[in-house]
């Protein structure tokens, strides 16, 4: 089925005919009226696109939610974008918590709430109440975390409230390389508190939280990586995530893998992997291009309540694409305090970027043979092809950074 005809949770078959009235009055197929839900009827968007005109219904088809919790972290690690950014480091206030969570009824397709973002979501002192508001409301809950305040009193909460999966960020499998990259850390407290959460698991009987693992590759920790799916297993992890680095300072620009081959299996000979269910990067730049965050129907909260479309686009920030310094901007929608999520997903604008990105309609930078002189790929404000913001060099597209 063509991309062009599928947007906003309705599908148009390409061939399907579609009657226009002398008046211009359009009869849609009933899956446009169904795609609304228990919403009721939807308007739809009528779009000029160079193949004619495209009608787009409005339809709230969100379908996860990230939210950042705060930007306070207790680590500083050295390849978290916090030490480039110009945001503040601040918790969310209730307050707009409350507004998400009262907006989350809104969201008739909404499945999962993950609680991520850039910062250290069990430094906010009401994490633990933000995940029972959004379990109570029928929902599947997942937190990203470095493990370093999982006490056993919290972690008897997380399974009282039926948290769904813990994601702990592991950079290593040994003290060595974690805390080359986790400065300050304590490899061993962090481990001890993965092995606790499944201890206070097997006691309760209970397989949830499900453990997964992330590991930020570098070329320093990179050869360590099947030690690492090794101790994922013991650890009794049930995914493991690679991401590649994306650099934020300059001394980092040099850790980049992305040039390796990866039709080369990642892990030799090693089968571990084969146990758990691991997600790994692309390794090479591929023509091919694919936006998670816009394909999952994700929108992301960040910590002051603004909407953004996925991860590269929540803060302002410095980082280094194949070594060359670029400068992002953020690029909100709304926000939260002065319009609701629902709202928000079918404003045209977002439907537009959506459209644009799902289609594909920019250029690509990465491999273009006028990158030397090109002064566009300096900040994500626009490309050549009039688009503003600009995902032409976008490394999540390429599927090189990756995230649960
Ligand atoms: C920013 S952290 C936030 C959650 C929590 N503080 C943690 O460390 O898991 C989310 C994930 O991003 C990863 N990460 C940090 N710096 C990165 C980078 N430069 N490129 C890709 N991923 C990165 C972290 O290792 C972690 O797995
Ligand atoms: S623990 Fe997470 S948020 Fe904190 S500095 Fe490290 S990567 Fe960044
Ligand atoms: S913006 Fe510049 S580098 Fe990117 S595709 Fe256009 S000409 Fe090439
Ligand atoms: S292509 Fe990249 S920058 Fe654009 S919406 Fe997707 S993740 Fe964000």
């Known amino acids: 089925m063509s991309k062009g005809y599928v947007i906003a949770g309705c599908s148009f078959q390409a061939g399907q005919t579609v009657p226009v009235e002398q008046d211009g009055q359009i009869k849609l197929p009933p899956e446009t009226g169904q795609s609304a839900g228990n919403a009721g009827a939807v308007d739809a968007l009528c779009i000029k696109t160079k193949n004619g005109l495209q009608i787009i219904p409005r339809v709230v088809d969100v379908k996860k939610l990230y939210l950042e919790a705060t930007t306070m972290c207790n680590f500083a690690c050295t390849t978290c974008i916090r030490n480039s950014w110009r945001d503040d480091l601040a918790h969310m206030e209730w307050p707009v918590f409350e507004r998400i969570a009262d907006d989350l009824g809104r969201l008739p397709q909404l499945e999962y709430v993950h609680f991520g973002g850039f910062g250290e979501p069990f430094s906010h002192p009401r994490l633990l109440d933000m995940l029972e508001t959004v379990k109570s409301k029928g929902l599947r809950a997942e937190v990203i975390t470095n493990g370093s305040l999982l006490t056993a009193g919290i972690i008897n909460k997380l399974v009282d409230l039926k948290l769904d999966m813990l994601f702990v960020s592991l950079d290593g499998p040994d003290e060595e390389e974690y805390c080359h990259i986790r400065q300050g850390a304590d490899f061993h407290g962090v481990l001890n508190n993965i092995k606790q959460l499944n201890e206070i698991k097997t006691q309760r009987g209970v397989r949830h939280p499900e453990l997964g693992i992330e590991f930020v590759a570098t070329k320093d920790n990179f050869h360590k990586l099947p030690r690492l799916a090794r101790l994922a297993h013991e650890l009794k992890a049930r995914r493991v995530i690679v991401t590649n680095v994306l650099p934020y300072n300059e001394e980092m620009k040099d850790q980049i893998l992305y040039d390796m081959d990866d039709t080369v299996p990642l892990f030799s000979n090693d ?134």
Request: one cysteine or more; charged letters at 20%; hydrophobic letters at 35%.
């Open 271 to 404: 089968s571990v992997l084969l146990m758990v269910q691991a997600h790994l990067p692309h390794m090479k730049l591929r023509t091919e291009r694919y936006c998670k965050f816009v394909e999952d129907k994700a929108m992301v909260v960040n910590h002051k309540g603004f909407v953004a479309p996925c991860y590269a686009l929540m803060h302002s920030y410095n980082c280094y694409i194949y070594g060359r310094a670029k400068e992002m901007y953020p690029f909100y929608l709304g926000n939260v305090k002065e319009k609701s999520l629902d709202q928000i997903w079918i404003d045209p604008a977002y439907i537009n970027f959506r459209l644009t990105v799902n289609n594909f309609q920019f250029p690509s930078c990465t491999d273009c043979k006028f990158l030397d002189g090109c002064s566009y790929v300096d900040n994500n404000d626009a490309d050549c092809w009039g688009n503003s913001p600009s995902c032409a060099e976008c490394l999540w597209s390429r599927q090189l950074i990756v995230c649960p």
